[in-house]
């Protein structure tokens, strides 16, 4: 087991969104404190955190002052720029490593990380000028979706096309941004599994999440999913398989699909990988109400080298995201027995913009 950072010891969180706010929370109740590195003035992380740095991802020599002053570094967010973990790390421990960020930050290099693991994937194909989209649709078949390998998140910079026609239009929209079409699985749910994975190898898993998205956006997360106990061991074995892989430290995030009707031939499950995140996700925002250790503190954990957190659930939950004007409903939702409201301090409620969450607890039925 490595050395265990002290109560009082700093923790440095790379962004400032409310994943930081719920990590610097989380931290707080272990006696750490947090400093936030983040490239906007007033973002939600600073009201909670003892130290604030604003810079930007690309400022050397603020970095490396951010790494000095703190005992590790982490990230909130999975669009920090590899140089970034490079300059922190020659001051401060990093984690998770920038393997998983790298592998995250691609979606053509994280479904041929899947493919090499034997981790099922949507047929997907490489897609960077006109002549690879013809040839990627002689074997990805109709519809399909295009997404743009970097930078896409909640939906963004992905097209749905249904002809070649609108593959090519598709393609001219993303103005050579290098991308790949992947095939539009039938599923019949989403999930999402949260592994934590400590310094010294040691896994934890919470319960498989269902998730249902609205325009590209998580919207709900329930928990138990409607799984039977093999999709749920093979859920897990798949995420604690890319945790392993990327010598992941702290929490991990990987998004399934489960097809509809049989697994094929094969195949051990209906369940393909979508996408993976190296960091704490929004669905996993009800194991602060429904867990007795949450997935912030358990990254918390991970990262500064304490033995992991219980994940087990105590509750079912129904977890609903407040996005935009949303959040007005705030009074009537904190009048709500057994609903936990959690509000991230943003002052513009634009539409898309995650404003807070409320969790429902239900008692636990499985
Ligand atoms: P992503 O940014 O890749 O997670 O995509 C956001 C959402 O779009 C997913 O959670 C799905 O609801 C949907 N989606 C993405 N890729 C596919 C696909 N290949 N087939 C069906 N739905 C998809």
Redesign the pocket.
């Known amino acids: 087991m490595p050395e265990a950072l002290s109560p009082g010891s700093i923790i440095g969180i790379l962004g400032g969104g409310q994943l930081g706010r719920m990590l610097a929370l989380a931290a707080a109740r272990l006696g750490l404190k947090s400093h936030i590195y983040s490239d906007e003035p007033d973002v939600p992380a600073f009201d909670v955190s003892a130290f604030s740095t604003v810079g930007s991802f690309a400022d050397e020599a603020s970095l490396g002052a951010f790494a000095s002053s703190v005992d590790v570094v982490t990230c909130e967010f999975e669009n920090v720029p590899a140089r970034a973990l490079e300059i922190a790390g020659n001051k401060a421990p990093v984690h998770p490593p920038a393997k998983a960020f790298a592998v995250a930050q691609d979606r053509l290099v994280e479904k041929d990380f899947m493919r090499a693991l034997g981790i099922p994937v ?1 047929d997907y194909a490489d897609v960077h000028d006109e002549q690879s989209l013809r040839d990627a649709l002689a074997h990805v078949r109709l519809p399909a ?1 295009l ?1 743009t390998r970097r930078f ?4 963004k910079g ?1 097209a749905l096309v249904r002809n070649e026609a609108e593959a090519l239009a598709a393609l001219t929209e993303l103005r050579g941004q290098p991308a790949l079409i ?4 039938a ?1 019949e749910r ?1 999930i999402s599994v949260l592994v934590v994975r400590g310094q010294d190898g040691a896994l934890k898993f919470y319960d498989p999440v269902e998730n249902v ?1 609205q325009n ?1 956006i998580l919207a709900v997360s329930r928990v138990p999913a409607r799984i039977d106990a093999g999709c749920v061991l093979e859920a897990r074995r798949i995420a604690g398989t890319v945790a392993e892989a990327l010598g992941h430290v702290g929490v991990l995030c990987v ?1 399934m ?1 489960q097809r509809e009707g049989e697994a094929p031939r094969g195949e051990a499950s209906r369940l393909l990988v ?2 993976i995140a190296p960091r704490v996700h929004n669905s996993g925002h009800w194991t602060i109400d429904a867990c007795l250790v949450s997935q912030f503190e358990n990254h918390i954990r991970a990262i500064a080298g304490w033995p992991l957190g219980e994940t087990a659930r105590h509750s079912d939950a129904v977890m609903t995201n407040l996005i935009g004007a949303d959040v007005e409903r705030w009074r009537e939702l904190a009048c709500e027995e057994g609903v936990a409201v959690h509000l991230y301090g943003k002052a513009a409620a634009r539409p898309g913009r995650k404003m807070g969450h409320f969790t429902r607890l239900l008692p636990k039925s499985s």
């Open positions: 949507a979706i997404k896409g998140y909640d939906g992905q992947e095939r539009l699985v599923f989403e998205h590209g998004e699909f979508n996408e």
